[in-house]
Each structure stands twice: as C-alpha cells, then as structure tokens.
C-alpha cells in the first residue's frame, strides 16, 4: 500500500505493506507510479520517501509473485515496466527526493533508493541486492545508476554475492549519503531545510545536476526572478527569506 501525506511544502511517500515487509508486487509498483506521477504535478518543494513499518525500509519485489511471472513473458513484461516506471518516475521528479532508510532494504527497494537524491541511513539501516541468488537479473538501468553511485567493484560485490551491507558501510560505498541513529527525523528536519529555499531555484539546480541542455539560459534568467529579489531583500535586512 503507497501513502502520501503533506506537512506544508514537504510530500512524504509512505510505503506501507507491514504484512509484507513493504514487499511490492506488479499492482503496487503501479500504485507508486501513479503516486508519482501526482507529485511530479503538485507543488511541493521536497519529496520525503520512508516506510510506515517499524523494523523495515521495503523487502523490495514480492517473491511471492515470482512464481506466477514464471509461467509467462507477458507477466514478466508487465512486471518489469511497472517497476521502471516506479523508479524513473522517482528519478524523474522535478524536485529533490530524500529518503530515509531504516531496517532492511532489499532487491528491488535499492534501486528505489538510488532513484532518489538524498540517501540517509539509520542504525538498524541493512541493504543487499539478491537476485544472483534467485536466479533472475537486475535491471540494466538499475545496474546502472547503481555503478555510477558505488563504482564497478562494489556494484559488483553486491551483485555477484548477494551479501547484505551496514549502515556505515552502505555510507562508505556512497550507496547512501548520510549516517545517523533514526533515518527519518533526521530526514524530515532535512526536508525542512530544502524546503525553506527558494523553490524554482532548487529545481532549477536538479536539472543541473541531471546535466540537463538549456543550463546556461536558465542560469541568466534567474537573475530576473522574483526569487533572486526576496533573497537579496532578506540578506540586506538580516532575516531568513520566505519564498513564496
């Protein structure tokens, strides 16, 4: 089951499947998808994603759906898109993405992660990738963004073995980019932060760290926008901005 909430500017993304430890079949990764696709279209400055189940991030895909996706290429077909569209649409979105992992973090719920902008890990904090120990793959694009996160060596170690990974390794790896006792104050109080910033300003700089064309003429038009006033106004009198 997906949640989504909102606390002023900040959207946050629950996973919420307790019974399944957050594991998502093909309907679920449908239901993030078309979640997504409604915070790409809402005005929140920041996306939070966390898990409502104590204990655990997300199991990743629902192994208990894999026999079915055995008997047939359409099941696996439609599985795999549903999976992609969940986790491009993640990457995708035009505002910053936190995430707060703690407990497990498994398969699947790794490339969600690595969707995101922001990674924090709390003490409980695990994360393998297992498929070599199922029989299946990973995803090109997921192998992918995970190579470009940790590098060849590590992507492989994870991939190849199966092994699960600490917090303070996951940190060291740059699998994840913060490392703290409980993930998910710590993201929220992040979140926070961000969204205090002026808002067309911080998409503007994702889509420079996406290496997006046009940066050059979005870089001088902000000089004529009404964010770069209010920040100069609050600089001269000595007081925190608010953007509208």
Sequence with gaps: MIEVTRDAHVATLWLA??????????AHWRGLAAAITDLARSDARVV??????PGVFSAGADIAEFA???????RVTAFREALSAAIEGIAALP??????VDGGCFGAAVALILACDIGIAGDTARFAIPPARLGILYPPADVARLTAAVGRGHAARLLFTGDAITADEALGIGL?????PAALPFAQTLAARIAANASQAVRGLKRMLNAEPGGEARFDAAFAGPELRE???AFQSRRPPEFP
């Design 231 to 233: 920040g100069l106004a």
């Design 95 to 100: 505002m910053p993405v936190v995430v707060a």
């Design 17 to 26: 499947r307790g019974a399944a430890r957050n594991a998502l079949s093909t």
């Design 68 to 74: 079915e996706l055995h008997r047939g290429p359409a």
């Design 48 to 53: 939070l994603l966390a898990s409502r189940e």
């Design 176 to 180: 994840i980019h913060y490392r703290t």
